[in-house]
Nanobody, 117 residues
Framework: QAPLVESGGGAVQAGGSLTLSCVLS????????IRWFRQPPGKEREFVAW????????YYADAVSGRFTISSNKFKNSIDLQMNNLQPADTAVYYC??????????WGQGTQVTVAS
């Protein structure tokens, strides 16, 4: 059983929107926050957003603030990332990460987002 599974990536034109989902398994400690990161081609992995799954609260990187929204979907048991007004600079593999109940962090396999100009 994979601790976290991302989906929803794809190819869009600049100005378009996508919603990524990170489905959480029972292996994830939901008392900790869940974070989204991304890794643009040829660059280091960078923070995108986090959400406190139980107590709420959210925080965004400056590069995505005002365009991306992170939320908790109780029905799907997922953490979703709504991305609006996508730009070519948003092209990256997007990953979610969370804390395992047994300790340590888990990362998903990633989902590719490609934004054409």
């Amino acid at each position: 059983q994979a601790p976290l599974v991302e989906s929803g990536g794809g190819a869009v034109q600049a100005g378009g929107s996508l919603t990524l989902s990170c489905v959480l398994s029972g292996l994830i400690d939901t008392s900790y926050f869940i974070r989204w990161f991304r890794q643009p081609p040829g660059k280091e992995r960078e923070f995108v957003a986090w959400i406190g799954t139980n107590g709420g609260g959210e925080y965004y990187a400056d590069a995505v603030s005002g365009r991306f929204t992170i939320s908790s979907n109780k029905f799907k048991n997922s953490i979703d990332l709504q991305m609006n007004n996508l730009q070519p600079a948003d092209t990256a593999v997007y990953y979610c990460t969370g804390r395992l109940l047994k300790g340590g962090d888990a990362w998903g396999q990633g989902t590719q987002v490609t934004v054409a100009s």
